[in-house]
């Protein structure tokens, strides 16, 4: 019994971490209608990495279909020590729904619910105060997508469940 929940746990975590093929930026994509549309048929799994460059005055757009009430996981990771992206986050009628900057150092990671069905936007910039406004930055990064699926939401709350058991009976037997 113990061994077949260990099994469970190490699926569960393996399942939630899973990541997607990366992809990379493709321009042109600087404008919200001009968006690098990334399909689910590049991350199966839930999530998606996706490679890219800044430059001066650079904007990269990135669009997802998503259902209300979708969980998402977004970040970006600047691959430069020196570089410090914003994320912008746009509803489907194309109005700033969010806006990080510096959430932990320097990269910006958001995370939550979306309301609506319909084609979001990312967006990546180095303008701290406007994502399409002008800017010096130049950097590498890594942008992040994840919608965890149920399965590995799924898989991971029995995986914390069997967790849980083996951590009472360690306390019971002690």
């Known amino acids: 019994m113990r061994v077949g929940m260990k099994m469970v746990l190490a699926l569960g975590i393996c399942s939630a971490v899973a990541v997607g093929a990366p992809v990379d930026e493709v321009e042109p994509n ?3 209608a001009t968006a690098q549309f ?8 839930g999530a998606v990495a ?4 800044m430059i001066p005055n650079d904007v990269d757009v990135f669009s ?3 259902e209300a009430g ?3 996981v977004v970040n970006v990771f600047s691959l430069d020590p020196l570089g410090d992206p ?7 009628d194309n109005t700033l729904y969010q806006m990080v900057d510096d959430s932990f150092g320097l990269n910006p990671v958001w995370a939550g619910v979306l ?8 967006v990546v910039s180095g303008n701290d105060e406007d994502v399409f406004g002008g ?7 890594l942008l992040s997508w994840k919608i965890p699926e149920p399965t590995s939401a799924a898989l991971l709350a029995i995986g914390l469940v069997g967790l849980r058991r083996t951590g009472r009976r360690s306390v019971a037997t002690s």
């Open 30 to 32: 600087d404008t919200l």
């Open 38 to 45: 990334i399909g689910e048929e590049f991350y199966p799994f």
């Open 50 to 53: 996706i490679s890219g460059s």
């Open 64 to 66: 997802f279909d998503v």
């Open 70 to 72: 979708d969980a998402v």
């Open 86 to 92: 914003v994320l912008g986050i746009f509803s489907p």
């Open 115 to 122: 309301p609506e069905s319909g084609i979001w936007k990312v």
């Open 135 to 141: 800017h010096e930055q130049s950097f590498d990064y």
